[in-house]
């Protein structure tokens, strides 16, 4: 046997093998990308239903506070508590209240007119 | 190959054969035949139908104040067949809900038939309490995560509240176990207030946790929308301490107070006595239910005489000046009193004095079809068309069905059958000129971003008057609350107050009139002369003297405090220039308050 012909026995299919290996990459690389989807899918899943606990929680939060705020400045709440005197308030009788009517304006003439606050000299 | 081997080859390969035919047909029966059934198995075990409750909408007063709203709460649930350790779960929900061990362990005990699996199993739904606060709920699933155990989850839900508790429980209403509206405005308003809830698929693993990405469909819940009442809290508030202390002072059988607006009918104001508490309503008496002011129909007494002379006036039969013998206080031909003695009196002063002939003498002067016309005009006999549940008519008898003295009997309101509502509305029709016009408690309806989806505009019904028969009505009214009248103590410091009282006997079970029970009104309207508010007091079967059992002596001066306290709440400017140093109409007992 020659010696040329026993290099050309054993030498390297390099294309061939390389192209093995790069399905073999791809192939190896679409799983490996397709577990890292599918766990990513999951993990935002599980931050998507954290996120949804978190705003129900705090909207649940908000409607009790809400709630209470009603129910704490309720007219009823409001009128217990200035009956307990926990509200110090003092109505204002008739004698303390002035009623005034409003004001006409003047007609616009074009005459001057003194201010009403101006003070006369004696 | 020898006639062995190929025996040995035919028979493995035929075993082979049988082998993959029963796999093959294990696989048709499973993939195809029993299909529907094993995927339905699957289903249950895994797709759930979660709802996404819709939130009910508020009620507020017409400036926004929150008159019944919703608190979230859960319902804990059991899924038995998750359940590993059942004392301990019910260790736990008996020690923060408070209910007794072995009622938890019955519970989670239970077993269910499974139509899928065609055997018993732990129930995998069992509502182990309705209606915990949300931080107790909290507390038992930490409590579950640190014992390491599972089974329980919380489902979603929500409790009205009224933060006002007994005010407007007649008005509001309440709501049942599923959160449906069953009286007042919760009832009426239901289909805007419900909503509806939306619904989403979703996969869950063995474990019971929602699986995200495995979401199926889903559809969002559309929430209620919010209603917003005429009522004012101030003025409501106003009525209630003034009907508490009435109701102390005279322990009627029941009272009702009504504050209408009489230009767009808006009811300001409406109370009712026996009350209940919305937020605890065990044991709470039916009686004590019923809005009175729409369900329950009186006879009105003097106070319909408002409509007698109005009809005489319209018709131009007689005007404010017109002498009508009162026969000196006893109409014989007809066996009808008065209470005091009067030869003649002018229309104006019928009113004025109340005269129960006078007022018959009109209403013969109209005549049976012409009187009966007006008092159906001024909505008697027909229901207001108010957005409150359980609104009766009231009964007003045709002419063919009177007697020979119905005539003389009614205009001073007997034999008619009148709910306080229809009262003040006809009292509405005198102070603003004729108009008839619907009551109104809702003001508008809003979706939960607040863009106005209905409105209630004022509706005039009809006119029922002319505006000069109702001024002439006003200017006696505001007679009969002076000095002169029968209502001096319904006067109001710096206003002119216009009203009229009524004292109704209470028919016996024989049919008779007796002498101990009454029910004893006054409805009015201020300022007189530009009404702000129109008002009506009503108590039945006041606890007081015979003498002093009068519409004048017991709902007057309520409403003189009620018109008070509101006129300076509203901010009315006074109408009359009252003496430094004056006092009070209230004050003096020299005036006759009887009517009839």
Not at chain 1, 9 to 28: E, K, M, Y
Not at chain 1, 41 to 55: D, M, V
Not at chain 1, 96 to 111: C, D, K, M, Q, R
Not at chain 2, 518 to 535: I, L, Q, T
Request: hydrophobic share 35%; glycine share 6%.
């Amino acid at each position: 046997m020659s010696s040329n012909r026993r290099r050309h026995a054993n030498a390297i299919p390099v294309a061939s093998f390389l192209t093995w290996a790069l399905i073999g990459i791809f192939a190896c690389g679409g799983g490996l990308g397709y577990v890292w989807c599918k766990n990513q899918l999951y993990t935002t899943g599980t931050e998507i239903k954290s996120l949804e606990r978190e705003l129900v929680d705090l909207k649940n939060k908000n409607e009790v506070a809400q709630s209470k705020i009603a129910q704490l400045s309720s007219t009823a709440k409001l009128q217990e508590r200035y009956d307990t005197g926990f509200i110090k308030l003092v109505p204002i009788t008739n004698d303390h209240i002035t009623v005034l009517s409003n004001s006409t304006a003047a007609p616009n003439t074009g005459e001057l007119r003194p201010v009403s606050n101006e003070r006369t000299h004696e | 190959m020898s006639a062995t081997a190929q025996k040995r080859a035919l028979t493995t390969c035929i075993a082979l054969a049988g082998c993959f035919t029963v796999f093959s047909y294990r696989l048709i029966d499973l993939q195809v035949t029993k299909h529907d059934e094993y995927a339905l198995i699957a289903a249950n075990n895994h797709v759930v139908r979660q709802t996404i409750p819709a939130r009910r909408g508020i009620i507020t007063d017409i400036r926004g104040e929150a008159l019944a709203q919703n608190e979230p709460v859960r319902t804990v649930v059991a899924d038995a067949t998750l359940i590993t350790d059942r004392d301990a779960v019910a260790e736990i929900i008996s020690k923060t809900l408070n209910i007794p061990h072995p009622q938890v362990m019955e519970k989670l005990t239970r077993v269910v038939y499974s139509q899928a699996l065609k055997k018993e199993m732990p129930a995998p739904y069992v509502v182990l309490k309705k209606e915990v606060p949300v931080n107790l709920a909290s507390d038992i699933m930490a409590q579950m995560a640190e014992r390491k155990q599972r089974g329980l989850y919380l489902e979603t839900d929500s409790t009205r509240v009224y933060p006002n508790e007994k005010m407007l429980c007649h008005i509001l209403g309440y709501v049942n176990g599923k959160n449906e509206g069953m009286d007042g405005v919760e009832r009426t308003m239901e289909r805007f207030l419900h909503g509806n809830d939306g619904f989403r698929y979703s996969e869950r693993d063995r474990t019971g946790r929602e699986i995200v990405p495995y979401r199926g469909q889903e559809k969002e819940a559309r929430n209620g929308c919010n209603v917003r009442l005429t009522i004012d809290m101030g003025l409501q508030n106003i009525v209630e301490m003034e009907l508490d202390a009435a109701v102390k002072q005279f322990r009627p059988k029941s009272a009702t107070v009504i504050l209408m607006n009489p230009k767009t009918g808006d009811i300001l104001a409406m109370s009712t006595r026996p009350n209940f508490n919305l937020n605890v309503q065990d044991n709470v008496p039916e009686d004590h239910r019923r809005n009175r002011a729409i369900t329950d129909i009186v006879e009105p007494g003097s106070t319909f005489k408002i409509v007698t002379t109005a009809a005489a006036l319209t018709e131009k039969i007689v005007h404010p000046n017109t002498m009508i013998n009162c026969e000196n206080g006893y109409f014989a031909s007809v066996k009808l009193h008065d209470h005091h003695p009067y030869p003649d009196l002018s229309v104006h002063d019928i009113l004025v004095h109340s005269s129960n002939i006078g007022v018959a003498k009109l209403a013969i002067q109209l005549g049976d079809q012409k009187f009966y016309e007006y008092v159906r005009r001024f909505g008697f006999g027909e229901r207001t068309g108010v957005n409150l549940p359980g609104e009766i008519s009231g009964i007003v008898h045709p002419p063919h069905k009177w007697s020979k003295i119905s005539i003389t009997r009614m205009p001073m309101g007997q034999e008619v059958g009148a709910t306080p509502l229809q009262v003040a509305t006809a009292m509405c029709a005198i102070a603003n000129g004729g108009h008839l016009m619907m009551p109104q408690i809702i003001h508008d309806i809003t979706d939960d971003q607040g863009h106005v989806i209905s409105q209630f505009p004022p509706q005039e019904v009809r006119t029922v008057a002319t505006k000069a028969a109702t001024d002439a009505v006003r200017d006696a009214l505001v007679e009969v609350v002076s000095p002169r009248g029968t209502a001096t103590l319904a006067r109001v410091m710096g206003y002119h107050v216009a009203g009229k009282t009524g004292t109704a006997q209470k028919p016996e079970p024989d049919g008779h009139y007796g002498h101990d029970r009454y029910v004893v009104s006054f409805v009015g309207f201020m300022p007189a002369e530009d009404p702000a508010f129109v008002g009506l007091v009503l108590l039945d079967e006041a606890q007081v003297s015979h003498d002093k059992n009068y519409g004048g002596m017991v709902a007057a001066p309520i409403f003189s405090r009620i018109g008070e306290k509101a006129a300076r709440y509203l901010g009315l400017k006074p109408t009359v220039e009252e003496p430094t140093g004056s006092v009070m109409a209230r004050q003096n007992t020299n005036n006759d308050y009887r009517d009839q």
